[in-house]
T-cell receptor
Framework: EAGVTQFPSHSVIEKGQTVTLRCDPI?????LYWYRRVMGKEIKFLLH????????ESGMPNNRFLAERTGGTYSTLKVQPAELEDSGVYFC?????????????FGPGTRLTVL | GENVEQHPSTLSVQEGDSAVIKCTYS??????FPWYKQELGKGPQLIID?????GEKKDQRIAVTLNKTAKHFSLHITETQPEDSAVYFC??????????FGAGTTVTVRA
């Protein structure tokens, strides 16, 4: 079974530009999460989808970040315009709806560098 | 919200020795505590977890202990091997789906 995949693996952009990150969850997983790790710090929760609906977006830093999950399958996270402090590793995770969302399966992450 | 502190940030051990990583949490409502291992170039992977109604759990060379009163939990790795070298994250869950992570511990096992 394929795991969570993320694209791209790395992205280097200049301040003010736009970047879109993509996540493909494990097939059949209705829960999808975005997290971010800024260098050396904790992995921080950004938001949680159940199918195509946003259940919790309390961790989104500001309105420059927009997450979507059209059709309840893959998800995108857009940063527009990017700022220096947005640099970090963005992880996507997924889990099945049953089971109380215990184990979250993580993708390899997208390393974003804003210059 | 939940705040998870993790120590140490780096840990170097001789192969065959034990490694211990400690975490504290702030929200007494947290009820699920997973540990994730992240190897180079990969995403975090669950290695063991414990629920608030259990004090200790063991799986081969790894074990986790939980002290609800003190709000701290620990990961123990015995007989460390080179493949145990990785970044380890503790986490706590208060809401049904949201995990709060520690800052990670980079473990290096010296041959």
């Amino acid at each position: 079974e394929a795991g969570v995949t993320q694209f791209p693996s790395h992205s280097v952009i200049e301040k003010g530009q736009t970047v879109t990150l993509r996540c493909d969850p494990i097939s059949g997983h209705d829960n999808l999460y975005w997290y971010r790790r800024v260098m050396g710090k904790e992995i921080k929760f950004l938001l949680h989808f159940v199918k195509e609906s946003k259940q919790d977006e309390s961790g989104m830093p500001n309105n420059r970040f927009l997450a979507e999950r059209t059709g309840g399958t893959y998800s995108t996270l857009k940063v527009q315009p990017a700022e220096l402090e947005d640099s970090g590793v963005y992880f996507c995770a997924s889990s099945p709806l049953e089971g109380g969302g215990n184990e979250q399966f993580f993708g390899p992450g997208t390393r974003l560098t804003v210059l | 919200g939940e705040n998870v502190e993790q120590h140490p940030s780096t840990l170097s051990v001789q192969e065959g020795d034990s490694a211990v990583i400690k975490c504290t949490y702030s929200d007494s409502a947290s009820n699920y505590f997973p540990w994730y291992k992240q190897e180079l170039g990969k995403g975090p992977q669950l290695i063991i977890d414990i629920r608030s109604n259990v004090g200790e759990k063991k799986d081969q060379r790894i074990a986790v202990t939980l002290n609800k009163t003190a709000k701290h939990f620990s990961l123990h790795i015995t007989e460390t091997q080179p493949e145990d070298s990785a970044v380890y994250f503790c986490a706590a869950r208060t809401s049904p789906y949201k995990l709060s992570f520690g800052a990670g511990t980079t473990v290096t096992v010296r041959a």
